[in-house]
């Protein structure tokens, strides 16, 4: 089945630190996986994408995804956070049936 | 311009009453969808159709009615409403036409369903 898993359903880190968010997924075919902020009273915008093109993708607010076959892996990361970066992430997957499989969010917690 | 648009943002009601929350999208794409998320912040699948037709139907319970007039717009109807029907509820569309699951989904800003 496919399935997507967030390790850490907080995470915290001070302002100016690196954010690592985790993703692991379990696809039997090849996949697109997405990074979705969601902040609060809002609805989900993309972050990025991996459509089996680069595996290094860029998105928006300066965050980056690596997607590592060998691992099963799409973790999210920005190398400073700001405030108002403090939202909830979620990891997705799509295997081509017009259907997301999201993960379960991790929220992202910034400390001055 | 709000590219996914859903009204109402809140709905409290009482158990046992028939509602409605509507989405349009001016984006111009052919799949829309509706997901639940939970106050767990776990998001599913419940409907998706794909110029009006229906194409995805998630075991969701009978009382629950999509309903797409135009490929801009698709509705939910809920009947008889139970208290574990609160929720909110993301309407969402993308452009897919077959089954390529590449393009993104854009999402409107949820209705907050509460069941009293």
């Known amino acids: 089945a496919q399935s997507v898993t967030q390790l850490g359903s907080h995470v915290s880190v001070s302002e100016g630190a690196l954010v690592l968010l985790r993703c692991n997924y379990s696809s039997s075919v090849p996949p697109y996986l997405f990074w979705y902020v969601q902040y609060p009273n809002q609805g989900l915008q993309l972050l990025l994408k991996?459509?089996?093109?680069?595996?290094l993708v860029k998105g928006i607010n300066g965050f980056e995804a690596e997607f590592k076959k060998s691992e099963t892996s799409f973790h999210l990361t920005k190398p400073s956070a700001h405030m108002s970066d403090a939202a909830e992430y979620f990891c997705?997957?799509?295997?081509?049936?017009?259907?997301?499989?999201f993960g379960t969010g991790t929220r992202l917690l910034v400390s001055p | 311009d709000t590219a996914v648009s859903q009204t109402p943002k809140y709905l409290v009601t009482q158990m046992g009453n028939d509602k409605s929350i509507k989405c349009e999208q001016n984006?111009?794409?052919?799949?829309m969808y509706w997901y639940k998320q939970d106050s767990k912040k776990f998001l599913k699948i419940m409907f998706s159709y794909n110029n009006k037709e229906l194409i995805i139907n998630e075991t969701v319970p009978n009382r629950f009615s999509p309903k797409s007039p135009d490929k801009a717009h698709l509705n939910l109807h809920i009947n008889s409403l139970e208290l574990g029907d609160s929720a909110v509820y993301f309407c969402a569309s993308s452009q897919e036409t077959g089954h390529g699951g590449r393009s993104p989904l854009h999402f409107g800003n949820g209705t907050r369903l509460t069941v009293t």
């Open positions: 991996y459509t089996s093109a680069a595996t």
């Open positions: 997705a997957l799509n295997t081509g049936f017009q259907k997301l499989v």
């Open positions: 984006l111009g794409h052919d799949t």
